[in-house]
């Protein structure tokens, strides 16, 4: 290697050193401007923003799907009252109409089961 090809490499290495470290104060000083989380918060916004904007538009382009979701996620909410009515209406269930098909209250016949409590004893009724 002659010594004109390393003053031309010296040369392009400081060239290069300098673009570097030109890129790595403007990188510092855009860091120091705003924290990593508040970039990171201010570019979720901004996402989140767009993309209202962009269910609002289909939701005014498509009003008819949007009312027909709205509609069946309802119905299969209330679906156990629907068909209570839709029941009582056709005449399924007891016979005078007043009962509804679900006890209100369940009703206990039975007596306690024997259980073992702690320290293996028995607890509950005793004959």
Known sequence: ??????????RLRGAARSVFETQREMVRADLGA????????TRLVGDGKVMAEEAADAASTHKTLL????????????????????????GYGDE???EPLVDAEPTIDA?????????GTRS???D
């Open 1 to 10: 290697m002659s010594e004109e090809e390393v003053l031309e490499a010296k």
């Open 124 to 126: 509950g009724s005793r």
């Open 34 to 41: 705003a924290s990593i989380g508040k970039r990171v918060a």
């Open 111 to 119: 007596e306690p089961e024997q259980t073992l409590g702690t320290f």
């Open 67 to 90: 009312t027909l979701g709205a509609l069946g996620l309802t119905g299969w909410f209330l679906r156990g009252p629907i068909l209570a009515f839709a029941g009582n209406l056709l």
């Open 96 to 98: 005078d109409g007043d």
